[in-house]
C-alpha cells in the first residue's frame, strides 16, 4: 500500500555506497542510495522495476526568483 513502483534509470558506485536513479510511473526521480552488500543481494539493473518504501525522505524544492 505504501510501496512506490519505480524503473530504474541508472546505477553510479560511490564508495561503500551504490546510488541508484530512479523514476517512478509519473516520471518524477527519486535517487536511492544502498550500501554495496544490500545492492548485491538485490541485483538490481537498468530497465527494471522495483518497488520503494520511503523511509529517510528529503525533498528539495527548486528556489524561483521573478
Known amino acids: 500500500g505504501s510501496s ?3 524503473s530504474v534509470q541508472r546505477i553510479v558506485p560511490s564508495g561503500s ?3 541508484i536513479g530512479l523514476a517512478n ?3 518524477e526521480p ?3 542510495e ?3 552488500a544490500r545492492f548485491a543481494e538485490l541485483r538490481l539493473a537498468v530497465g527494471e522495476t522495483v518497488y ?5 525522505v528529503r ?3 527548486q528556489d524561483f526568483q521573478i
Open 30 to 32: 527519486l535517487n536511492v
Open 34 to 36: 544502498l550500501h554495496r
Open 59 to 61: 525533498v528539495f524544492v
Open 52 to 56: 520503494v518504501v520511503p523511509r529517510n
Open 4 to 6: 512506490i513502483r519505480a
Open 17 to 19: 555506497a551504490v546510488r
Open 25 to 27: 510511473d509519473s516520471g
